[in-house]
């Protein structure tokens, strides 16, 4: 059975510094990875994915995302915060060939001005 | 413009009174999938489908029901709903990769 873990309920970062929300997975083969961001009386957004090549894959508004194959991680990542980053961000995994994702429980990013 | 569409987006009902939350997608999507949310615990997948008339349980499909008898429609019906199904609903579709969501529908169930 696939899982993925976001360890932290809420990041707090400060406006214009960098910001890393975690995620790390476990699945039956190849990994595809997504991130979505939900603001609020939102639906979710996808922001990135992971599926096959270089490791470093670049997203919407800004994100990049790295995948780890030996930490099973994929940490979310942007050099330089806005406050209009502040949402709920999902990390979800789904083996090759399937199409039923798992979604991990959210985390809440804050940026303060 | 692709989206997927929701109706209602907001409902209260009560105890036993069957609903139908409608979906659909303009995207010739053949996966689209139910979702609910809940504080705590993300979302939980309630229902899919990878195509016309097949439809496969989720996560947490007790109380549920849906229907795929279009391309671009996916339903989900509530025949007898219950407090613990007051929640926050998505649709979704895709491709197969990642998924377009639906803007939600907020339950309550009293």
């Known amino acids: 059975a696939q899982s993925v873990a976001q360890p932290e309920d809420q990041v707090n970062v400060a406006e214009g510094n960098p910001l890393t929300v975690k995620c790390t997975y476990s699945v039956s083969g190849n990994p595809y990875l997504f991130w979505y961001v939900q603001y609020p009386n939102r639906g979710l957004q996808f922001l990135l994915k992971y599926i096959t090549g270089d490791n470093l894959v670049k997203g919407s508004y800004g994100f990049e995302a790295e995948f780890n194959k030996s930490q099973t991680s994929f940490h979310l990542k942007k050099p330089s915060a806005l406050v209009s980053d502040s949402a709920l961000y999902f990390c979800a995994v789904k083996p090759g060939g399937s199409y039923i994702p798992t979604f991990g429980r959210g985390t809440s990013l804050i940026v303060h001005p | 413009e692709a989206q997927v569409t929701q109706n209602p987006r907001y409902l209260i009902t009560v105890t036993g009174k069957k609903l139908t939350v409608t979906c659909s997608q303009n995207m010739n999507h053949e996966y689209m999938s139910w979702y609910r949310q809940d504080p705590g615990l993300g979302l939980r997948q309630i229902y899919y489908s990878m195509n016309v008339e097949v439809t496969d349980k989720g996560d947490v499909p007790e109380g549920y029901k849906v229907s795929r008898k279009e391309k671009r429609n996916f339903p989900l019906i509530l025949e007898s709903p219950s407090p613990n199904q007051t929640s926050l609903y998505f649709c979704?579709?895709?491709?197969?990769?990642?998924?377009?969501f639906g803007p939600g529908t907020r339950l309550t169930v009293t």
């Open positions: 979704a579709s895709s491709l197969g990769g990642e998924q377009y």
